[in-house]
Structures are given as C-alpha cells and as structure tokens.
T-cell receptor, first 112, second 111 residues
Framework: EAGVTQFPSHSVIEKGQTVTLRCDPI?????LYWYRRVMGKEIKFLLH????????ESGMPNNRFLAERTGGTYSTLKVQPAELEDSGVYFC??????????FGPGTRLTVT | SQKIEQNSEALNIQEGKTATLTCNYT??????LQWYRQDPGRGPVFLLL?????KEKRKERLKVTFDTTLKQSLFHITASQPADSATYLC??????????FGAGTRLFVKA
C-alpha cells in the first residue's frame, strides 16, 4: 500500500513568489492534515480536512496560505506571496481514525 | 499558556540499556497522548497511543506510561539498539483532531 506522498520534496523560491505544495493521502483516508516545522521548533498544526471540508483551520498563519482538497482526495497548500518566515518543512498526514496519523516525507520550503 | 516539554538535550545511552524519555505538559486535558519516531529527512512515524484512562501501554520493546495527575508521560525503550537512534516526539490530542507536538528528544544508542 502506498503511503502519503508529497510533492515537491524541496522548493526554493524568492520572497513574493507563489508556491503550491501537493499532498496525496493514503487511499480511503478521509482525514487529511497539514503541519509545518520551522527550523528548531516543534511541528505545528495548520489545518485538518475531513473529505473535502475544512474541519479546523485554526493553525493557518495568515491569509497568504490557502489549502484546498477538491473531491476529497489530494490536497494543495498554496502560499502567496511567500515571505522569509514561511521557510520550513511542511508535512501532510492522513488517517482514517484521528488517533493514528500517517505522515508524508515533507516538503522543505526555502524562501530567499 | 499551553505547553508540551520534552528534554531538548540529546540522550546518549549504551546499546542494551533502557532509554527513558520524558514528556511534560501544562494547561491541557488530553484525551490521549501519542509517541512518534522521526528520522532525519522523513516524516514522523506513529509508535504508540495511550488514553487518559490508561496508566501503561506496551508494544514489543516499547512502554509508555501516562500520569494525568503529574501531567507527564514516560516513554521507555528496553534493550535499546543503535537502530533506535532517532528523534522521538510526544503529541497530545484533546479530542478535537488537532494534534499538538512537542519539540522532540534526540536519542543516540551507541554500540
């Protein structure tokens, strides 16, 4: 069974540009989560989808971040325009029940 | 404010010994607590979950305890091996699908 996949694995962009991260969850998992780890800090919750609906987006830093999950399958996280402080590793996770989340390898975003 | 604390200093132990990692939390009433393992360049991997009404959980060489009075969980790896070297993350969920992570403790097991 394929695990959670994320694309790209690494992205380097300039401040002010737009970046879109993609997450493909494990097939059949209704719950999809986005997290971010900034250098030296803990992994922080961004938002949670149940199928295509946003269940909780309380962790989204600001309105430069937009997450979508059309059709309840894969999800995208767009940052527009990117700022230096957006650099970090963005993790996606999926689960069928909330108690055991399967994480992807992460996308390392560097904003210069 | 709500906080999860894990020992930020790395833990170095000899192969075969028991590693004990600590997770303390404040201002939470978690429905359950989880432990994850993370290797460099990879995402966290779920290891164990313990609920608020459970005192102890075991899985192979792993043991987790949960003391809601002390607001503390201990994570033990018995008969540790060099392959156990990784960062171990404590995570809480208050039951609302929102998981809060600690910063993790790095474990080094020397052969």
């Amino acid at each position: 069974e394929a695990g959670v996949t994320q694309f790209p694995s690494h992205s380097v962009i300039e401040k002010g540009q737009t970046v879109t991260l993609r997450c493909d969850p494990i097939s059949g998992h209704d719950n999809l989560y986005w997290y971010r780890r900034v250098m030296g800090k803990e992994i922080k919750f961004l938002l949670h989808f149940v199928k295509e609906s946003k269940q909780d987006e309380s962790g989204m830093p600001n309105n430069r971040f937009l997450a979508e999950r059309t059709g309840g399958t894969y999800s995208t996280l767009k940052v527009q325009p990117a700022e230096l402080e957006d650099s970090g590793v963005y993790f996606c996770a999926s689960s069928q029940d909330p108690q055991e989340q399967y994480f992807g390898p992460g996308t390392r975003l560097t904003v210069t | 404010s709500q906080k999860i604390e894990q020992n930020s200093e790395a833990l170095n132990i000899q192969e075969g010994k028991t590693a004990t990692l600590t997770c303390n939390y404040t201002n939470y009433s978690p429905a359950y607590l989880q432990w994850y393992r993370q290797d460099p360049g990879r995402g966290p991997v779920f290891l164990l979950l313990i609920r608020e009404n459970e005192k102890e959980k075991r899985k192979e060489r792993l043991k987790v305890t949960f003391d809601t009075t002390l607001k503390q969980s201990l994570f033990h790896i018995t008969a540790s091996q060099p392959a156990d070297s990784a960062t171990y993350l404590c995570a809480l969920d208050t039951g609302g699908f929102k998981t809060i992570f600690g910063a993790g403790t790095r474990l080094f097991v020397k052969a």
